[in-house]
């Protein structure tokens, strides 16, 4: 049980259109970078996105992760949006206006877990903002 709740498989959606989900949910506060960690944490967690990882110096990694991030943006479904914190330059992933309208029909296939992972994904999120504030504090 992780914050309490269930671990949950979402098996009847595609590995990309899950991806879609969790950006939605992480409202423009994921890199490329960042969503392989958080993806691999809700794998490690029991929720199914099905992707496998390896480990490296900088963290965990995947390349099919990777490679669908890649078609997401090909196909127009998400963007990278630029931002300078602390004098360096992020690239937050969003949703394009087709890619919310894909992401709102995988919520509707599946509800429940939805909710779910929205609870999940609403804990990670308090915890980055905590880090965040703290590390802006700090300077």
Do not use: C
Request: overall charge positive; cysteine-free; charged content about 25%.
């Amino acid at each position: 049980m992780v914050y309490g709740v269930e671990a949950v498989t979402l098996n009847i959606v595609p590995p990309a259109l899950k991806l879609l989900l969790i950006i939605k949910h992480l409202n423009g506060l994921g890199t490329a970078w960042s969503i392989h960690r958080v993806v691999h944490w809700l794998q490690e967690r029991g929720i199914d996105i099905g992707y496998t990882f390896a480990t490296f110096s900088h963290g965990p990694y995947s390349r099919e992760l990777e490679q669908d991030l890649g078609l997401l943006k090909m196909l127009g479904l998400i963007s990278y949006m630029e931002d300078v914190v602390n004098n360096s330059r992020l690239y937050r992933l969003v949703l394009t206006k087709r890619g919310m309208k894909i992401a709102e029909s995988v919520e509707a296939m599946d509800p429940e877990t939805t909710s779910k992972v929205r609870k999940i994904l609403s804990a990670i999120i308090r915890d980055l903002r905590s880090k965040f504030e703290n590390r802006v504090d700090r300077e």
